[in-house]
């Protein structure tokens, strides 16, 4: 999947999720825009909505931390030109608080510790969703979804492969839980975000086994076919746009 191993919870973190209205209530204030390089307030002036953010970020590679792994800010991602699924949830957290949304991301925890965040908004027709993935099911949603959970419960068929399996979903207001962090535009790695998420209680998501193996058979049978990652599932209508790479998947599968 897309994220890297976790690791064990620290002590001293609230040991059962918030209710999402306490979630989305730290009152954070934007970024300033004299904070932003002029190419900076180019994109933040030309992506004004999440769609145009999800295929701004569609159409860069993705960052598979070839030379080691990162996790790159707002501005690393603008600057480098590439991305994976944290660092695309956090560029789209700042760009679009520029634009009245608040930076909330939603992780998820899947049973084989590759866990998955993309970033989470609302406007008039629901929740939706913007990420990067190296798996085509795992990108965004489109914002039809009446809760976060229900969102969340729309990438649980799509993140079974040979070993991934949700267990449980956070959301985080990433501008009420990281306090004087500089989440948005330090020019190294911010480590503390991802460690903020790797220890954030879950709200728990529940599948039978018997569905879970039924999914993970039918991955396999697909892989060992095509060669290439499926994007058969149902509910298609609400995905967002997909990058390039998974045309060919699309023109098979897509009916």
């Known amino acids: 999947m897309s994220g890297r191993p976790r690791t064990a919870r620290r002590s001293g973190v609230p040991a059962r999720p918030q209710p999402l209205r306490e979630a989305l209530a730290p009152p954070t204030v934007p970024a300033p825009r004299r904070a932003f390089t002029r190419g900076e307030l180019a994109l933040v002036d030309r992506l004004r909505t999440p769609l145009a953010v999800q295929r701004w970020l569609n159409a860069l590679p ?7 792994e990162t996790l790159r800010t707002f501005r690393g991602v603008a600057a480098r ?4 699924c944290l660092e695309a949830a ?8 520029q634009h009245g949304h608040p930076p909330l991301l939603l992780s ?6 590759l866990d998955h965040v993309i970033y989470l908004y609302r406007d008039a027709g629901g ?9 085509p099911g795992l990108h965004g949603r ?10 969340a419960l729309s990438y649980v068929d799509a993140y079974v492969d040979y070993t991934g399996r949700v267990r449980g979903y956070g959301v985080v207001h990433l501008g009420g839980a990281m306090g004087g962090y500089d989440w948005r535009f330090a020019s190294g790695n911010v480590w503390a975000v991802e460690q903020l998420l ?3 209680p879950h709200h728990r998501i529940r599948t039978s ?8 058979r039918r991955y396999a049978e697909y892989r060992a076919r095509y060669g290439e990652k499926p994007v058969y599932y149902t509910g298609r209508d609400r995905w967002a746009p997909l990058p390039a790479q998974y045309a060919s998947a699309v023109r098979r599968d897509w009916r």
């Open 142 to 151: 489109l914002p039809r979804f009446a809760t976060p959970r229900a969102l």
């Open 90 to 97: 956090l560029f789209a957290a700042v760009l679009l608080e």
């Open 81 to 84: 030109g590439t991305a994976h």
């Open 198 to 200: 790797i220890d954030w």
């Open 62 to 68: 993705y960052n598979a931390e070839s030379d080691g």
């Open 127 to 135: 929740w939706g969703s913007i990420a990067r993935s190296r798996d």
């Open 108 to 113: 998820f925890e899947s049973q084989d510790r």
């Open 209 to 216: 086994d018997a569905r879970y193996r039924r999914l993970k």
